[in-house]
T-cell receptor
């Protein structure tokens, strides 16, 4: 089976940097994905890491350490519109399906 | 790029009634397809996945079923809905072997 742990809530101010951590226990781990979900909406894809290291996409970066079974999502220059839930999800080699963490609710304050 | 169409967007159904949610995908061929469910304030739970026409794998025992009658069509069904079936249902598609994209979702309320 697979399980992922991430903090339930994070609060930060506009313009700041926030890091959302994710640890996982999986069998057949293929890679780690991150999704953003606004209230009432569907999850939207942010990033995917298959190899160790940092992937940068604009204000968002994602990191993976396979040896530590750990990853994080880094959000820079926070904006009010970044207030949402963020999910880490592990992709497995067999089913090529995602197992999701329970999500981190990010509240950006003015 | 792929596009995932899902309908209906919202529905309210009485307990014991049947259900049919449809999903079609454009812009890709022979995709892996998935049905996920999200209860209010929770993470996403994998219900079914399919690697091809007629090939369905169920992840969670339940009164739901899935079918894939065509390459880019995925259907979620139930013969008799339960209150516990309420939730946000999401169809998803695997792209480039490692990235899963979601449709806009279907909100189901069973009353």
């Amino acid at each position: 089976g697979q399980s992922l742990e991430q903090p339930s809530e994070v609060t930060a101010v506009e313009g700041a940097i926030v890091q959302i951590n994710c640890t996982y226990q999986t069998s057949g781990f293929y890679g780690l994905s991150w999704y953003q979900q606004h209230d009432g909406g569907a999850p939207t894809f942010l990033s995917y890491n298959a190899l160790d290291g940092l992937e940068e996409t604009g204000r968002f970066s994602s990191f993976l350490s396979r040896s530590d079974s750990y990853g994080y999502l880094l959000l820079q220059e926070l904006q009010m519109k970044d207030s949402a839930s963020y999910f880490c999800a592990a992709l497995d080699t067999g089913r090529r399906a995602l197992t999701f963490g329970s999500g981190t609710r990010l509240q950006v304050q003015p | 790029s792929q596009t995932i169409h899902q309908w209906p967007a919202t529905l309210v159904q009485p307990v014991g009634s049947p259900l049919s949610l449809e999903c079609t995908v454009e812009g890709t061929s022979n995709p892996n397809l998935y049905w996920y469910r999200q209860a209010a304030g929770r993470g996403l739970q994998l219900l079914f996945y399919s690697v091809g026409i007629g090939q369905i794998s169920s992840e969670v025992p339940q009164n739901l079923s899935a079918s894939r009658p065509q390459d880019r069509q995925f259907i979620l069904s139930s013969k008799k809905l339960l209150l516990s079936d309420s939730g946000f249902y999401l169809c998803a598609c695997l792209v480039a072997g490692n990235t899963i994209y979601f449709g806009e979702g279907s909100w189901l309320t069973v009353v």
